[in-house]
């Protein structure tokens, strides 16, 4: 609810909103946002929250834990809507590890990540997802290769895991682009709610505070430069997750168990031909 001027943070908000409006999920919905420039949105500003303005549970988590917050709301509330927001740098940098144990597990959340290529909230450092050559606090003379690596691609990172059942890029640039991006995030929750699997909704957003410009080069920029580098599209989108357990694996290795061990044992002696020595 307090952005600098120019900021798309904004337009994100009223997405979400409206989305959750018209499908009328208010009253089952949990969002959880951590430290960024984006915990504004649910719970106001400060560690302490204040008046965030949605009308909706809220959770306020740590910076780059908002998704394990999600995954927490959603095992305990299954029925409910739940879902993460947060910059690149809580979801790509320091959370990262939760984000990809999130998809490892198929967690049945909704993961939304604004990407505006810096960390916002601190002042711009450099972040996974800064642009090649991109002048930011920590990286002055540009975003170099040889010591910062490459800009990560999250949408499409998202949708090699299995367990992920829709994946999207969108930007905050254009009023097409607006109406693309409420629809695609309609669908993330709409996979939710059907409980297909884990969705995922990256929406490009304009920093115009730390890329040092003007809000109209800021929007801009966002249109030329980051859209080159992160193109929109949907990377995944299914209404099943398939999968098949071969039984003879699903018969194999540790139970950890032994009274499920010697049970398996004395159900298995007739024809069991192996080794006694070999059994672990
Ligand atoms: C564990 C921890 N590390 C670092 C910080 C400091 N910190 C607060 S916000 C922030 C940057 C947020 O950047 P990003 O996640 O990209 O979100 P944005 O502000 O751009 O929306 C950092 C590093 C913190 N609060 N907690
Ligand atoms: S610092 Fe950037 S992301 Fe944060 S409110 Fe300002 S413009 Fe928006």
Redesign the pocket.
């Known amino acids: 609810m307090e952005y600098c001027p120019g900021c798309t943070y904004g337009v994100f908000e009223n997405i979400l909103t409206e989305t959750i409006q018209e499908m009328g999920l208010k009253e089952e919905t949990i969002g959880v946002t951590g430290?960024?420039?984006?915990q504004t949105m649910l719970r106001g500003s400060g560690m302490g929250g204040g008046a965030g303005g949605m009308d909706f549970d809220n959770i306020g988590g740590?910076?780059?834990r908002a998704l394990m917050g999600a995954v927490a709301a959603k095992r305990c509330n299954p029925k409910c809507l739940v879902f993460s927001i947060?910059?690149?740098?809580?979801l790509a940098?320091?959370g990262s590890q939760h984000w990809l144990g999130a998809m490892i597990r198929g967690e049945k959340i909704t993961a939304i990540l604004?990407n505006?290529a810096?960390?916002?909230?601190?002042g711009g450092?450099v972040?996974p997802t800064t642009l090649l050559g991109l002048r930011t606090v920590s990286t002055p003379w540009g975003r170099d290769p040889e010591k910062w690596g490459f800009p990560i691609h999250a949408a499409e990172t998202a949708a090699t895991f299995r367990g992920v059942a829709y994946s999207a890029r969108v930007a905050l640039n254009s009023p097409q682009n607006f109406t693309r991006a409420k629809k695609a995030l309609r669908t993330a929750f709409e996979k939710q709610r059907a409980g297909v699997g884990m969705s995922f909704v990256e929406f490009l957003s304009a920093?115009p505070t730390d890329w040092q410009k003007e809000p109209v080069a800021a929007l801009k920029f966002l249109g030329d430069k980051m859209i080159k580098e992160f193109p929109l599209g949907e990377f995944k989108n299914v209404d099943k997750i398939e999968y098949e357990i071969d039984p003879e694996v699903a018969a194999s290795g540790r139970t950890g168990g032994l009274r499920v061990e010697s049970a398996r044992e004395s159900e298995k002696s007739s024809t069991d031909t192996t080794p006694s020595s070999s059994k672990r």
């Open positions: 430290i960024g420039c984006s740590l910076h780059g947060q910059g690149d740098g809580a940098g320091i604004l505006n810096v960390y916002g909230m601190t450092q972040a920093c």
